[in-house]
């Protein structure tokens, strides 16, 4: 067959998919839609990996540290910088206090002028949020005068909260212990690189691309067979005007390829649409610029060029066991029954690309990337292939029941391939979730471990600053709103005379707190222990006994000229106390002092910090804290205790997960509705015929309703085994326990029943409009 014979049966199909009056239209947009949606999201993932260096570029350009180099000295081109950073409720506040050194100093990125001491310059999203009525709480801790806006170069998304604020005296902060530098320019080198990725965690990455794209393509490959069974009758025409059937297979593939270009032109649209939208959208406390969604040039052109050529593909294939006749086609009787063997196939040779990997684990290099992405493939390629025949095969065994039910089953009997085709792309979403979700669960011990923080003794901890009197801000703490305990810990550390590096940790508290670090016989103001059974015992015990006399050394950095060391003589009457550990986990040994046992000028020296208990159940607890200690300091920041600690890497994966699963269900919703109103469409006539003989209304909406339960409930145990297939295959990879996450496999399933329930609810209205009488006409 000539090239040029190709080109005018496509070009014939193509003129009657959009030349056939409204009837044409109609299907041809449903077409359209159904495809274009599918390539806004693949334009969209396309246009991931850009967004996500130009995050790092810009986080990487913006860098204010400077890490491993030497203290830098003060000059006209220098800006001193303190971190300021903070949290309101779950939110991520990125702060900076900055004093210019000199005329010269470097403006942090989208920064036009430095603002004055008492003012800032906000990021859009900050600004937006200290206005409203939510941000009452922030703006107390914000006490700043707004001069100015962070420009775009800024920030690393659009929903950041980011704000510089202008500082004075910032190089006496610096000596204490809050976070910052001088430096003469911003942007560090350094961020750029980092460590070789765990295997592991690259198998995630590519398995997590694979089952977010592989819903997408399914759901384009139905897309291109909207109107099957009209299109049938139209090809019965073709046949009885003198057209041979494979001329008639190339002209339907020709309506499929308008279809589909005429998607692409719809995905685009959709895609341009979604890009600006992106700035006023925040998934996962994640969110991009409009300019960041830029597709690689080479990935679009792939797009623009294989969903075409799927489409023809895909309806050539479909029709090659559908006989054509001038009358009529061979759908419209008893179809021959599917055939399994070959559809075992595909997740066969699927196990079978992946098995070589079995046991590598993350010690033996990473894994061929090919053999994943195609063994993932063919195995979720699996379930579309198996769900026909498994659909098929059911309804046929079904019995029966209700009238509601019988109309049901009938139909599904006669067209299950259309049914299946519908749940298909769900199916293989919440197969490929499901793999997924069992991988994650199965190395989560790997990248994710228990805090050493007791957060049911504490739950926040700060620093006193440097010079402040403890018991005053332990007051102003203790006054603060849903605070409900206190533990005030000071530490200095004392030497022998003999040698500088024999030290010992002294820890000054009172003794509620002091019973937080070890296990008292009894306490009272002046009292002095001997911390035991921690594992800094044997350098400590020599230096803790009665008499031993310890000495401070002035700070060099803030010693007054002529300052001598401090002494200080243990006392005979000093107990022994068994060591237990501190909120923090950590088993403190040396000596435990009273403030009664301490002279002033030692305590002059101690570093203090609160562990703080709150009262939950007070709305904003946590923020209450976080403006106290901001009145009291800006540049030390309190610190919030979580139970769980995980690996960076991973919980960014996991959020890209996130993420892309959410932008897929939108997608498999839409999807589905547009295949759900394009089958009610088709049969309009027949619904309006039932009610015209009497059929009630309610009957047929159930029927409606077991139309498409039945289907999605057999793709949602199909998936579920194909899922955990695929789950246990991967989990032996990564050389880990085959473990089903229960959870998991439930809560999958459900939301991919919730989404069918979901969209079948919103298909009830346009169902009740197809059953009036008028349904019946025929232009």
Request: hydrophobic fraction near 45%; aromatic fraction near 6%; charge should be neutral.
């Amino acid at each position: 067959m000539s090239v040029g014979q190709w080109s005018r049966d496509l070009a014939m199909g193509a003129r009657f998919a959009l030349a056939g009056g409204r009837e044409g239209w109609t299907r041809s947009l449903l077409t359209a839609v159904g495809v274009g949606l599918g390539v806004a999201l693949l334009l969209l993932t396309t246009a991931i990996p850009n967004a996500l260096a130009e995050r790092d570029r810009r986080e990487e350009a913006r860098s204010d540290h400077t890490f491993g180099q030497q203290k830098m000295p003060k000059a006209d081109d220098t800006l001193t910088v303190v971190d300021a950073d903070t949290t309101f409720r779950d939110l991520d506040v990125r702060g900076r206090l900055v004093e210019p050194d000199g005329p010269r100093a470097p403006l942090p990125p989208g920064v036009a002028e430095f603002p004055a001491a008492g003012e800032m310059v906000v990021s859009p999203a900050l600004k937006e949020l200290l206005a409203s009525d939510d941000g009452k709480l922030l703006r107390d801790r914000l006490d700043y005068r707004i001069a100015g806006t962070i420009g775009e170069q800024g920030l690393v998304g659009s929903q950041e909260l980011a704000y510089f604020a202008g500082g004075k005296g910032l190089e006496k902060v610096l000596e204490g212990p809050a976070s910052g530098a001088r430096i003469d320019s911003f942007g560090n080198d350094d961020l750029g690189s980092s460590d070789a990725w765990d295997p592991v965690l690259l198998l995630l990455v590519l398995v997590v691309f694979v089952v977010l794209l592989m819903p997408v393509a399914v759901f384009i490959a139905a897309a291109v067979r909207f109107g099957g069974e009209r299109r049938d009758r139209r090809l019965a025409a073709l046949r009885l005007v003198g057209s041979d059937s494979r001329m008639t297979r190339r002209i339907a593939a020709g309506e499929a390829l308008a279809g589909s270009v005429l998607g692409l032109v719809l995905g685009t649209g959709f895609f341009l649409l979604g890009r600006e939208l992106a700035a006023s959208v925040e998934v996962f406390h994640v969110s991009v610029f409009p300019s960041y969604l830029n597709p690689s040039p080479v990935l679009a052109v792939l797009v623009a060029l294989a969903v075409p050529a799927a489409a023809v593909l895909v309806t050539i294939l479909a029709l090659r066991g559908v006989v054509i006749e001038p009358l009529g086609v061979v759908r419209t009787a008893k179809p021959a029954r599917r055939r399994l063997w070959w559809r075992l196939l595909l997740p066969l040779g699927g196990i079978a690309l992946l098995y070589p990997m079995i046991g590598q684990g993350d010690d033996g290099g990473n894994f061929n990337q090919y053999l994943v992405v195609g063994g993932v493939m063919l195995l979720l390629v699996g379930v579309t292939a198996l769900l026909p025949w498994v659909v098929e095969t059911v309804v046929a065994r079904l019995g029966s029941g209700g009238v509601a039910w019988q109309l049901a089953v009938r139909r599904l009997q006669l067209s299950s391939g259309a049914a299946a085709r519908m749940v298909n792309g769900i199916a293989v979403a919440v197969a490929g979730a499901i793999a997924l979700q069992m991988l994650f669960a199965g190395v989560e011990g790997n990248y994710t471990r228990a805090s050493e923080f007791d957060v049911s003794r504490a739950q926040m901890s700060v620093d006193v600053p440097d010079g402040a009197d403890p018991s005053a801000i332990i007051g102003k703490y203790r006054d603060t709103e849903g605070v409900r305990k206190i533990t005030a810990l000071s530490d200095v550390y004392l030497h022998d005379r003999r040698s500088e590096d024999s030290l010992v940790q002294i820890t000054l508290a009172d003794c509620a707190s002091l019973r937080e670090v070890a296990t008292l016989p009894s306490c009272r103001d002046g009292d002095v222990f001997a911390a035991k059974g921690s594992e800094y015992d044997s350098e400590s015990d020599d230096l803790a006994k009665p008499g031993t006399t310890l000495w401070r050394e002035p700070d060099s950095e803030t010693a007054r000229p002529g300052e001598r060391p401090v002494p200080w003589t243990v006392p005979q009457d000093i107990r022994p106390a068994q060591s237990r550990e501190d909120p923090t986990g950590y088993e403190r040994g040396g000596i435990l002092v009273t403030p009664g046992a301490l002279p002033e000028k030692l305590a002059a020296f101690t570093s203090a910090r609160l562990f703080l208990s709150l009262d939950l159940s007070v709305p904003d607890a946590y923020d209450h804290v976080r403006n106290t200690a901001a009145r009291l300091d800006p540049a030390v920041q309190s610190m919030t205790w979580h139970s769980i600690e995980s690996n960076d890497r991973y919980a960014t994966i996991r959020t890209g997960l996130s993420v892309g699963s959410a932008c897929v269900l939108a997608l498999i919703g839409a999807s589905l509705l547009v295949s759900q109103l394009e089958q009610l469409r088709e049969r309009r006539k027949l619904l309006s015929s039932l009610v015209a003989f009497g059929t009630r209304r309610r009957t047929l909406s159930l029927s409606v309703l077991w139309q498409t339960a039945i289907p999605i409930g057999l793709g949602l145990l199909l998936a579920a085994t194909v899922g955990i297939a695929l789950g246990a295959v991967l989990l032996r990879m990564t050389n880990t326990s085959i473990r089903v996450h229960w959870p998991s496999v439930l809560s999958m399933t459900g939301i991919g029943a919730g989404v069918v329930l979901v969209v079948t609810l919103l298909s009830l209205p346009p169902l009740l409009r197809l059953m009036r009488p008028d349904g019946l006409r025929t232009e």
